[in-house]
């Protein structure tokens, strides 16, 4: 069965600067998508990233950018020049090329201190 | 719609009532989801629905809990004789070939069962 594990339930980072969340998964397929998802206090699940297994570039979307390490079977998130609106629980999840259900980790809480 | 939209926003229903949430997805995505997130067991599939083919029930915790898509849009969560446990957020997702399979997801309704 795959898993995905995020071993920090909560992280700070003061405003502006840089902060990482690990994820790693485990996982028998070889073709698959990583996803980083966020959910402010709103309940709101926004996509914030998303990797493609067969792709060796590191995902990047303005602020936020990946370290996908394939073979560890890991998945960071960085998020650079960290602002207060960053402030949310944020979740790593994995679905096999294939397949249909997003299969997540446990959640990262992030608090940005002004 | 712009997004995927979920009523009610909150329920409080008692302990044996049945209730019914409705999950409208983006227009013109054929896949959908449900997912449950609770304190104890954080994000959980439920059940998917892609275009006519047969739903994949397989996340669904018990008998008590069937869903409908009617008309390939709208979907209707249903829970019978709710119980404590049944507590949680209810999620829904919404996806298409177009968008590469990446789940979109509304705001969720907080079902709290008295």
């Known amino acids: 069965a795959q898993t995905v594990t995020q071993s920090q339930p909560e992280m700070s980072v003061q405003e502006a600067e840089t902060v990482t969340l690990s994820c790693t998964y485990d996982?028998?397929?070889?073709?698959?998508?990583l996803f980083w998802y966020k959910q402010p206090p709103s309940r709101q699940m926004i996509l914030v990233i998303r990797q493609e297994a067969y792709k060796q570039q590191n995902a990047t979307e303005n602020r936020f950018s990946v370290n996908f390490q394939k073979a560890a079977k890991s998945f960071s998130l960085k998020i650079s020049d960290s602002q207060l609106g960053d402030a949310a629980m944020y979740f790593c999840?994995?679905?096999?090329?294939?397949?249909?259900?997003?299969?997540f980790g446990a959640g990262t809480i992030l608090r940005v201190k002004s | 719609g712009a997004g995927v939209s979920q009523s009610p926003s909150n329920k409080v229903t008692e302990k044996g009532k049945d209730v019914e949430l409705r999950c409208d997805p983006i227009?013109?995505?054929?896949?959908l989801y449900w997912y449950r997130q609770s304190l104890g067991q954080g994000l959980e599939f439920l059940i998917y629905?892609?275009?006519?083919?047969?739903?994949?029930k397989s996340g669904l915790p018990s008998d008590r809990f069937s869903a409908e898509r009617t008309g390939g849009s709208v979907s209707t969560l249903t829970i019978q004789r709710t119980q404590q446990e049944d507590s949680a957020v209810y999620l829904c997702a919404s996806s298409s070939r177009q968008a590469g399979e990446t789940q979109y997801f509304g705001p969720g309704t907080r079902l709290l069962v008295l």
């Open positions: 996982t028998s397929e070889s073709d698959y998508y």
């Open positions: 629905f892609q275009g006519n083919s047969a739903p994949d």
């Open positions: 999840a994995y679905r096999p090329r294939y397949g249909n259900k997003l299969v």
């Open positions: 227009s013109g995505h054929t896949a």
